[in-house]
């Protein structure tokens, strides 16, 4: 059975906040921080106000400069291609890439291999985006919500009217996997 996680953006907020639901239920919560220079994303469980993970935007001109915090532990985002969308992240021995393809769509791969892709809605109103991911049933489930924060954070964030059309990407490195199946 495959892992789904959604990640949906309240509609009428003060600063960004997700409900984030694991296989269809409820699980994570997430929200940014507004008193600050630079944005902040933190992930939580649905109960209680400890941060388990963080996604701080630095200065970074054109290449977006992020880095996740779990604990102790900083894990910076690569860009490899920002003008096709391609970046990546080292977590120990795993290297985690992430892919935008030719419209919405979005890969993540760990070690070479696909585990995972993304996408989101054409159309929003109000400003909530809600992201669909599927993902083999052993993918981590917090990194796949740390990439999907993160791509909102870097291409969905901005002024957001009452109806929000999104078109995607226009280049890609790489074509999306139609054959791609979870296990």
């Known amino acids: 059975m495959p892992l789904i996680v959604?990640?949906?953006?309240?509609?009428?907020?003060?600063?960004?906040?997700?409900?984030?639901?694991?296989?269809?239920q409820p699980y994570y919560r997430a929200k940014?921080?507004?008193?600050?220079?630079?944005?902040?994303?933190?992930?939580?469980?649905?109960?209680?106000?400890?941060?388990?993970?963080s996604l701080e935007r630095g200065f970074g001109f054109i290449i977006p400069k992020i880095t996740f915090t779990i604990g102790t532990m900083y894990y910076n985002l690569e860009t490899i291609s920002w003008f096709k969308h391609r970046f990546a992240i080292r977590v120990g021995k795993d290297y985690f890439e992430i892919v935008g393809h030719r419209g919405r769509k979005v890969s993540i791969f760990q070690n070479g291999m696909q585990i995972a892709w993304f996408d989101n809605e054409a159309v929003s109103f109000f400003s909530g985006d809600n992201y669909h991911c599927t993902a083999n049933a052993n993918a981590p489930a917090e990194w796949l919500i740390a990439i999907i924060l993160f791509w909102d954070l870097q291409f969905n964030r901005g002024d957001k009217k009452a109806i929000n059309i999104k078109l995607?990407?226009?280049?890609?490195?790489?074509?999306?996997?139609?054959?791609?199946?979870?296990y």
């Open 6 to 24: 959604d990640v949906s953006q309240k509609k009428i907020s003060i600063g960004d906040k997700y409900t984030i639901a694991i296989n269809g």
């Open 32 to 53: 940014t921080s507004i008193w600050k220079l630079f944005p902040k994303v933190d992930l939580m469980p649905l109960q209680g106000e400890q941060i388990f993970m």
């Open 168 to 182: 995607g990407n226009l280049l890609q490195s790489q074509p999306f996997d139609k054959t791609w199946q979870p």
